[in-house]
C-alpha cells in the first residue's frame, strides 16, 4: 500500500508540469475556447434564436455589417468614447500621481479612497450617476449653476451624451491609473532627480526629461490594463443610457449584444462580437508593438 | 518658514480638491438612499435634511433583497473557491516551469469581450435547462475569477524561495507534498488577497447574470438595476440598495488596499 502511494506521488512529480495546470487547461477550453469557436462558426450562419436552424450563409453577415450604419456609428462610439477616456485617464492619473508623489500626513487615507471608485459595483455607481446627471433634478446642473455656467443636458443630448459617460468612465479609473503610476514613482531611483536639482532644473524640466521617460513602461501597463476593460464598456454604459438617447452612445460592443440579445438575431449578433474581438486584440497588439519598441530605445 | 507653511496649506488644499469626487459620488449615494422619495427629486437638491431609513427598511421587505445577497454570495465565494482550487497548482506550475504559453492564454481570456461568451452559454444553458441556476452561473463567474487568481498568484509563487522547497525535497518529500506542506502556507497572505480580489470582481459582475440569471438566482447587481425597470424609477430605492450592495465590496477593499493595485496591474506588467 505504501509503495502504491509512492509510485503514484512520484508518477505525479514526473509529470507534475502536465497535472498541475490540466484542471485550468480543461475549464479554459470549456468556458473560453468552446464559446469563441462557437461564435466564429454562428457568424458564418443566418439564425433567430428559436426561429428553425441556423443557416450557413457564408460571409453575408460580414457584408452585411459593412453596409449597416449603426455598425459604423457603434463603431464611431467605440473610438470616441475609449479615446478620449483612456488619453483623460491616462493624463490625469499621471499628473494626480507626480502631485502626490511625496510624503505627508493622510497619503494612505488618500490612497484608500482612491481604490473605491474602481472596486465599487459598477452598476450601483453608475445608478447614482445617472441620478446626478439628470438635467432636471441632477445634482451636476446644481453644481454647474452654483459657479454660474448654464445648466447642461447631459444624457438627454446627444450631443453631450459620450462626454458625460466619458465623466463617469474618468471619474471611475483615473484613481487607478493614479495608484499604478504613484507605485511606479515610488520605485524608481533618485539619483537622476538628485543630480537634477544640483544642475538648477526647473520642475518642468524635471518631469519632461526625467520623470517622463522613467515612468513611461509603467503608463504604457496602465494603457493596456485600462484598455482591455474600456473597449468593452458594457455596465457604465448599458445602465446610464442603454446607448441612447436614439443611437448616440451605443458603442459596437453594445449594439452587438443588443442585436443577440435584445433582438435574437444570433448569426449577426456573432459576426459583430468577433469584429470587436478583433479590435481589441490588434489594439492590444499595437500597443505591446509600441512598448517593446519604447523599451528597446 | 512661513512660505513653507504657505507651501504646506496650498498642497493640502490640492489633496482635498482631489479626493471630493470620490468622496461625494458615495456621500451623494448614501444620502440618496436616507432621503424620502418626494425629497429625493427635490430641486436644488437637498444637502441638509431628516435622515429616514425607510428605504433601507423596504429594500429587505418589499424587494427580497436578502435572497439576492445570499444568491451574490454563494456565486461569489463558490467561484472563487473552485479557481482556487484548480488555479493554485496551475498558476503554481506556471510560475515554476515559465510555462508562457499558458499564461498568455490566460491573458486571452482575460481580454476576450464578456459578450462573445453569452451566446453560446445561453444557448447551451437552455437546452440543458440550466438557465437561472446556480450551476449556470456559478460555472459562468469562473471566467472572471480563474483568470483573476492564476494571475495574482503566479507573481506570489515566484516570489515563495526556492531554497524551502528544495530543502523538502532533499528530506524526501515528493513535489505534489513540498507545493501543499511549504509552498501554500507559505504563500497564505497571497492566496488570502487574491481570493478577496476574485470575490469583488465575481460579486460586481453585471453582464452574466443579466442574462443568464432569474428569480432564484438574480445577484445584487441585476437586482440593483431592476428598480430602474418597475415602470417609475425609485431613486431612494436605488440609493439604499447601491449602499447596501457597494458595502461589503468597500470592506474588502480597504483589507486588500495595499496589495489591489499590486494585484490588478501584475496582467498588464507581464503581458
Known sequence: ?297 | MKKNIIYKILFYIGVVILIIPPIFVFVWMIMIGLKTGVQNIEYPPLFIFKPTLDNFKAVFQQHNFLQYLINSFIIATSATFISLLIGLPAAYSIARYKQRKLSVAILVARMTPFVSYLLPWYILFRRLDLIDTFTAMITTHLIITLPMIIWLMIAFFEGVPRALEEAALIDGCARSETFLRITIPLSMNGIITSAIISFIFSWNQFLFSLILSGPKTRTVPVAVYNFMSYGKIDWAGIGAAATIIVFPVLVFAFFVRNKIVEGLTRGALKG
Request: charged residues 10%.
Open chain 1, 1 to 297: 500500500m505504501k509503495r502504491f502511494k509512492e509510485k503514484i506521488l512520484s508518477f505525479v512529480d514526473n509529470h507534475i508540469h502536465i497535472i498541475f495546470p490540466a484542471p485550468t487547461i480543461i475549464a479554459l477550453f470549456v468556458v473560453v475556447i468552446f464559446p469563441i469557436i462557437y461564435n466564429i462558426y454562428m457568424s458564418f450562419n443566418k439564425w433567430r434564436i428559436g426561429l428553425g436552424s441556423p443557416k450557413f450563409i457564408g460571409l453575408q453577415n460580414y457584408i452585411d455589417a459593412f453596409s449597416d450604419p449603426r455598425f459604423w456609428n457603434g463603431l464611431k462610439v467605440m473610438f470616441f468614447f475609449s479615446g478620449l477616456s483612456l488619453s483623460l485617464e491616462i493624463v490625469l492619473g499621471l499628473l494626480i500621481a507626480v502631485y502626490l508623489n511625496k510624503e505627508f500626513k493622510g497619503s494612505s487615507f488618500v490612497q484608500t479612497i482612491y481604490i473605491f471608485p474602481f472596486a465599487a459595483t459598477p452598476v450601483a455607481i453608475a445608478l447614482i450617476w445617472r441620478i446626478m446627471l439628470n438635467p432636471q433634478i441632477g445634482a451636476l446642473n446644481y453644481f454647474l449653476s452654483l459657479i454660474g455656467l448654464p445648466p447642461s443636458l447631459w444624457i438627454s443630448s446627444a450631443k453631450t451624451v459620450i462626454l458625460s459617460l466619458v465623466l463617469v468612465d474618468v471619474w471611475k479609473w483615473t484613481p487607478m491609473i493614479t495608484l499604478i503610476v504613484l507605485a511606479g514613482l515610488k520605485s524608481l531611483p533618485k539619483d537622476p532627480y538628485e543630480a537634477a536639482v544640483i544642475d538648477g532644473a526647473s520642475i518642468p524640466q524635471v518631469f519632461y526629461h526625467i520623470t517622463l521617460p522613467l515612468i513611461q513602461p509603467v503608463l504604457f501597463s496602465a494603457l493596456v490594463l485600462r484598455s482591455l476593460d474600456n473597449l468593452k464598456e458594457f455596465d457604465i454604459i448599458y445602465t446610464i443610457t442603454q446607448g441612447g438617447p436614439g443611437i448616440a452612445s451605443e458603442t459596437l460592443y453594445l449594439y452587438s449584444y443588443k442585436t443577440a440579445f435584445s433582438f435574437f438575431n444570433c448569426g449577426y449578433g456573432s459576426t459583430l462580437i468577433i469584429i470587436v474581438f478583433l479590435l481589441v486584440l490588434i489594439f492590444n497588439l499595437i500597443i505591446n508593438k509600441i512598448r517593446y519598441k519604447s523599451e528597446v530605445l
